[in-house]
């Protein structure tokens, strides 16, 4: 099975499944003398570890990390860094009614048809569990990145139910359990998930994305988008059904002189009156904020019967038993850091291959 690498220049690749001894991801093309520890993995990791409130699975993984190659005395060497996780909790007992059972919404069949072999356990390869590992390549991407950089994810909507971006706070997302940047919306929600958890139900989800202090310039004409890397990155993630780049499929609804960011000069330096394009026009960043959201589905493992059918051809009924998050979306707010995380440092070890020279900020040529 092929097609586990994502990235150029920055290259990651991840390996394990959801029940095996461990998971683990080899990010080859970081720079060399950048400093890193496990401690600055880590935090990022904590972030996105199961079993934290009631609205995730209670899967118990401390989600420890090890650096395996690729630092030596707390600097990274510019050869490829190994880290690895190892499994702790894993119940492949409560997955053993399936093995010849296919679980709507999930990947079980077209695994099957694809490869003529499955791991039943937890969904193996297919497991959102791989995503621990993107969150760690994210946090040496961040290194890479530099303090200039941040990157922060927020959950904008549960089921039907959205936030008001006028209570938009951001010192809010570490006060609940729902990386939630409006408090009102983060205590309704929170009602809301336990009356879906104990109907044995799921939600679907909304997270958003901002990238700020990422230089103008990244991405490159025309199949080396940033907006389409980014899009890439994040469709990438188990669940997730659709990605837009700042105003989105509601630019479809603006007009011509609503959607345009119109521009004026500052002191030297472009500025734009609004953002509609996300920071990227073009496919190339602007040097505005970088805005990024996407939809997750409703977790697929509900307690509610289903029809389905066998591995034998077989019509079925199921019900998937275990430990599952009623929302995904919630922890997939660390993961779509980390997808942007990565994406970003590819982009910017691009950028300075081919314009060394590179402003930090825009301004114009001059003639």
Known sequence: MSHNSFGHLFRVTTWGESHGPAIGVVVDGCPPRIPLTEADIQPWLDKRRPGQSKFTTQRQEPDQVRILSGVFEGLTTGTPISLVIENQDQRSRDYADIAVQYRPGHADVTYDLKYGIRDYRGGGRSSARETAMRVAAGAVARRVLGGRVTIRGALVQVGPHRIDRGRWDWDQIGQNPLF????????????????????????????????????????????????????????????????????????????????????????????????????????????????????????????????????????????????????????????????????????????????????????????
């Open 180 to 367: 939630c940047p409006d408090p009102v919306a983060a205590a309704a929600w929170e009602t809301y998930l336990s009356e879906v958890r104990k109907s044995g139900s799921s939600a679907g989800a909304v997270i958003e994305i901002v990238a700020e202090g990422a230089p103008p310039g990244l991405g490159a004409p025309i199949y080396g988008k940033l907006d389409a890397d980014i899009a890439a990155a994040l469709m990438s993630i188990n669940a997730v059904k659709g990605v837009e780049i700042g105003e989105g499929f509601a630019a479809a609804a603006l007009t011509g002189e609503a959607n345009a960011d119109e521009m004026r000069m500052r002191d030297g330096v472009v500025e734009f009156a609004s953002n509609h394009a996300g920071g990227i026009l073009g496919g190339i960043a602007t040097g505005q904020p970088i805005v990024a959201r996407f939809a997750v589905k409703p977790t697929s493992s509900i307690l509610s019967p289903r029809q389905s059918v066998d591995r034998r051809g077989h019509d079925i009924e199921i019900v998937t038993k275990g430990r599952h998050d009623p929302c995904v979306g919630i922890r997939a707010v660390p993961v779509g850091e980390a997808m942007v995380a990565c994406v970003l440092a590819d982009h910017l070890l691009r950028h300075r291959a081919q314009n060394p020279d590179a402003p930090a900020i825009l301004r114009l040529p001059r003639n």
